[in-house]
């Protein structure tokens, strides 16, 4: 069974900074095509923040770049993302994706980034 527990969320004020860590069960990590994380704010449509490649190439939204940085660990099934910066615009519920296809992806349950301005 997939699972992917994320960790990390919380309230910080503007201009801080947070690591989230989405944790993978199951033996499908290295055979991931690739790991994202999105987001979704209240009233607004889930958005992809950052992606990971199985190869290492990463991809970030317009939105974070320059202030989010997205990473695996291999060793530990483990992708972060890395927020720094941050501002009261990103306060919205995270999720990890895993995709080992465009037909079989999973989700972790969310973790709540809360940023007071």
């Known amino acids: 069974q997939v699972q992917l527990v994320e960790s990390g969320g919380g309230l910080v004020q503007a201009g801080g900074s947070l690591r989230l860590s989405c944790a993978v069960s199951?033996?499908?990590?290295?055979?991931?095509?690739?790991m994202g994380w999105y987001r979704q704010a209240p009233g607004k449509q889930r958005e992809l923040v950052a992606s990971?490649?199985?190869?290492?190439?990463?991809h970030y939204a317009d939105s974070v770049k320059g202030r989010f940085t997205i990473s695996r660990d291999n060793t530990k099934n483990t992708v972060y993302l890395q927020l720094d910066s941050m501002k009261p615009e990103d306060t919205a519920v995270y999720s990890c994706?895993?995709?080992?296809?465009?037909?079989?992806?999973?989700w972790g349950q969310g973790t709540q980034v809360t940023v007071s301005s």
């Open positions: 199951g033996s499908i990590f290295l055979r991931a095509s690739s």
């Open positions: 990971i490649a199985r190869g290492g190439s990463t």
């Open positions: 994706n895993l995709a080992l296809s465009i037909f079989e992806t999973y």
